[in-house]
Every structure is written in C-alpha cells, then in structure tokens.
C-alpha cells in the first residue's frame, strides 16, 4: 500500500460580529491564516466552530464565503452532522455540490441507547438522499454525542457503501480505539483529535490529526508533521503537547477563541455564542502562556 500522506485540518472557530452573526470578513481571514501556516486543510463546523449553535443557513453562506475567499473546495471537510435527517442532507448535499474533499458527520446525537441498527439507518438515510459523490468522514466525539461510532458499524457501512466512507475523526481521547480503527480500517483515513498522537498516528497508518488547538498552534503542528522520524521530532513533540496541555486543562472553544483573539490583537475574535461564555480573567495567564508557546503565527 502507498504510504498515506499525513495531514493537519483545522476545525476553524467561526467569528462572531458584536450582534452575534457570523463575521464572514473574520472567518474568511482566519481560515486564510491557518492555511499559509501550513494547515493542509480546514474542517470548519465542527465542535470547535460552535456548530450546533449555527443555523443550517448560516452554514451555507460561511461554507460559500470560505470558497470565495480562496479556499480550495479540495481542501475542506465541513461538518454537517445534525439530529434533523433533513438538516444533515442539506448540508451534506451542498457541501458535496461545492466539490468539498468530504463531509464530517455526527451521528443524530439527542435519542441515546438507539443501537448500531438505528445509527447505521440514519447514515444510510443521508448516503441514499445525497448520492455517489457524498464521502463522509465519521465523526466520533462519545463524550460529546452520547452515540458511539463503533467498529461493527463502521464494517456495516463500508461493506454498504463502500465509495461513502473516506476517513474517521476519534475525539474520544482513547487511543487504543484509534489504534483499533486504524487496524481494522487500513482504507479509509483516521485521525486523531490531539497532536500529541501525531508520531503514533502515523506510525499505526493513519491520517493525521484535526485538532481544536491547531487554530493556536498550526505552524509547529505542521513542524512536527514534518519532522517525524527526524532529528527535530522531540523538540516539535514537546511544543505541540504544551500548547495541547494547556487548553486541555481550560474550558477549550472560550479559550481557544481568546488566543486566537490574542495572536491577531482582535478581541472580537474571542465572541462566543450562549451557551458559552468569554473566557475570562482566570485564564488569561495560561492562555498568554500557550500564545508564548505557540510563538508567532503570523503568515509570512
């Protein structure tokens, strides 16, 4: 097998004006940002960009704005999971007309208990309704959703549809589970949601990362990628699990958002959507201390 290529994508904050729309100037700016800072590719509205909390419209138009401000449709995998059948295959079918490299798909996260039968037909529901060119990457966030994506429903889907499924985010923090998708998987592309796993990722044949702090951190995230099996892996190791380290002891989108406001010396940048709210001045000193760590992420 031709080894697979390693990849960081981003899953962008998504900015908000001072009424709480989405500020698409922001948006298109920052996605802008993290691909000249090395990110392969953006995976705007997922957990990270507040998702649940935009409207399918608003998803639509930003999706739109992003490809109009010159981000290739090759290089995104928007999110597109919903509850709603409906609201899920509108996003899906779009994305997958915009000629999107693929979609990031919860499974229908509100009903939990409903079984890999009852997960599987809400997949097939959205593959059938969208068509031959819709590639879903799974989304699997257990912590977040309530409804696992486990390896009997992964098999039942590939064996299914198999031109559907392209990859899987892990976002359970278990890593003997990515390992055991990789595994049994060695087809489709897994990645991992911390880049602290990035050396065993790879090492086990998966695809990388989509990491919530590579909005702070995409050029030394790109530097460890880039270093693997070299001399400077450990150092590139070290400054990617700090800045990792950090968020993961903060409440992770208010604190985000507050150091990429820092790094851009644009506070509205750091506007968060209710349920959030702001981080605050508790943090601000372990999120200057992750924006030190994370160095200049100006692009050149």
């Known amino acids: 097998m031709t ?44 957990t990270t960009s507040e998702a649940n909390s935009l409207s399918v419209a608003e998803r639509t138009a930003a999706l739109e704005a992003l490809i109009a401000g010159g981000i290739s449709p090759s290089q995104l995998i928007p999110g597109t999971g919903c509850c709603a059948a409906g609201d899920t295959i509108t996003l899906s079918a779009h994305a997958t007309r915009l000629g999107c490299r693929g979609v990031l798909m919860l499974p229908p996260f509100f009903y939990k208990g409903v079984g890999d039968a009852g997960v599987f037909d809400a997949y097939a529901q959205v593959i059938e309704a969208v068509g031959p060119d819709l590639r879903i990457y799974l989304y699997h966030i257990p ?46 592309d897994t990645y991992s949601a911390s880049e602290s796993l990035i050396p065993e990722n790879v090492a086990a044949g998966g695809a990388g990362c989509i990491s919530a702090s590579s909005n702070v951190n995409p050029r030394g995230i790109r530097a460890l990628i880039d270093a693997l099996d070299g001399p400077d892996q450990a150092a590139c190791h070290d400054q990617v699990s700090q800045v990792r380290g950090i968020f993961e002891g903060l409440p992770l ?45 100006t692009p050149p």
Not at 27 to 44: D, E, K, N, T
Not at 167 to 180: H, I, P, V
Not at 253 to 278: E, H, N, Y
Request: proline residues 10%; without cysteine; aromatic residues 6%.
């Open 143 to 188: 912590q977040m959703s309530g409804v696992p994506i486990t390896l009997p429903l992964i098999e039942r889907l590939i064996a299914a549809y198999p031109g559907a499924i392209a990859g899987l985010k892990d976002s359970s923090g278990d890593w003997d589970n990515t390992a055991s998708v990789i595994a049994a998987f060695p087809q489709i």
């Open 3 to 46: 080894p697979r290529k390693t990849e960081l994508f981003v899953p962008t904050i998504t900015p908000f004006a001072a009424d709480l729309s989405v500020d698409t100037k922001r948006f298109v700016a920052h996605a802008r940002a993290l691909i000249a800072g090395g990110a392969h590719g953006l995976a705007p509205f997922g």
């Open 253 to 297: 989108i208010p604190s985000i958002k507050a150091a990429v406001a820092l790094q851009a010396g644009d506070p509205g940048l750091a506007r968060v959507r209710p349920p959030f709210t702001a981080s605050g001045p508790d943090h601000a000193d372990a999120i200057a201390k992750a924006v030190r760590i994370a160095g200049d992420q």
